[in-house]
C-alpha cells in the first residue's frame, strides 16, 4: 500500500506565476489536510479536505490559495501570483476518517525567485 | 499565543545519553497529543496518547501523558546518531469539523558520537 504522494517534490517558481502542487491519499483515505512550514517554523494547518468538499479552510490565507479534491484524482493545492513568502515546505497528510492518525507525505518544497 | 509549547528548542547530547522532551498545551477540547519524528522529510508518526499515565513504548523511545497538567514527555533511552532529528508535538481537538492538528514549534535534537 503506496503511502500519500506528493509532486512535484520540488517546485521553482518566479514571482507571479502560479503553482499548483498535488497529493494523492493513500489508498482508503478520503480525508485530506494541507500544512505549510515556513523556515525555522512549525507545521502550520491550512485547509482540510473530503472529496469534492473543503470542511475546513481557516488557516489559508484568504488570498490566492485555494485547494480541492475531486471526487476523481489527487487534491491539489494552487497558489496563484506567487510571492517571495510562499517559499516554504507544503505537506499534504491523509486519514481514513477524522478519527484516525493522519500519515503524512514527503512535501513539497516551494522556491519563489 | 501558541497553543502547544516544546521545550527545549534544541538540544544536544553525547550518543548513549538519554533525552527527555517536553511538550505542553492549552486547547479546550482535547482528543489526543500525537509525537512525530522530522528528519529531511515529512514527519513520521511516533505515539498518539489519549490517556494520561499510560506509557507507549517504541524501542528506545517512549512517551506518556498527563491530561491534568496538561504536558507529555517524550524519552529517548541510549542516544543515537541517527535520532538527530525535530521531533514535534502536535494536539487534536474535537468539536465538529477538524482544523487538523495545532503542532509545537519542535525541538531540534542533535546526537552527537
Known amino acids: 500500500n503506496a503511502g500519500v504522494m506528493q509532486n512535484p517534490r520540488h517546485l521553482v517558481r518566479r514571482r507571479g506565476q502560479e503553482a499548483r502542487l498535488r497529493c494523492s491519499p493513500m489508498?482508503?483515505?478520503?480525508?485530506v489536510y494541507w500544512y505549510r512550514q515556513l523556515p525555522e517554523e512549525g507545521l502550520k494547518f491550512m485547509v482540510y479536505?473530503?472529496?469534492?468538499?473543503?470542511?475546513?479552510e481557516s488557516g489559508m490565507p484568504k488570498e490566492r490559495f485555494s485547494a480541492e479534491f475531486p471526487k476523481e484524482g489527487p487534491s491539489i493545492l494552487r497558489i496563484q501570483q506567487v510571492v517571495r513568502g510562499d517559499s516554504a515546505a507544503y505537506f499534504c497528510?491523509?486519514?481514513?476518517?477524522?478519527?484516525?492518525?493522519?500519515?503524512f507525505g514527503p512535501g513539497t518544497r516551494l522556491l519563489v525567485l | 499565543e501558541d497553543k502547544v509549547v516544546q521545550s527545549p528548542l534544541s538540544l544536544v547530547v553525547h550518543e548513549g545519553d538519554t533525552v527527555t522532551l517536553n511538550c505542553s498545551y492549552e486547547?479546550?477540547?482535547?482528543?489526543?497529543l500525537l509525537w512525530y519524528k522530522q528528519e529531511k522529510k515529512a514527519p513520521t508518526f511516533l505515539f498518539m496518547l489519549?490517556?494520561?499515565?499510560i506509557e507507549k513504548k517504541s524501542g528506545r523511545l517512549s512517551s506518556i501523558l498527563d491530561k491534568k497538567e496538561l504536558f507529555s514527555i517524550l524519552n529517548i533511552t541510549a542516544t543515537q546518531t541517527g535520532d538527530s532529528a525535530i521531533y514535534l508535538c502536535?494536539?487534536?481537538?474535537?468539536?465538529?469539523?477538524?482544523?487538523?492538528?495545532?503542532f509545537g514549534k519542535g525541538t531540534h535534537l542533535i546526537i552527537q558520537p
Open positions: 489519549t490517556s494520561s499515565g
Open positions: 497528510a491523509s486519514s481514513r476518517t477524522l478519527q484516525e492518525t493522519q500519515y
Open positions: 489508498k482508503g483515505h478520503s480525508h
Open positions: 486547547v479546550t477540547n482535547f482528543r489526543s
Open positions: 502536535a494536539v487534536e481537538e474535537t468539536g465538529g469539523g477538524a482544523d487538523g492538528l495545532t
Open positions: 479536505l473530503q472529496k469534492e468538499n473543503i470542511i475546513d
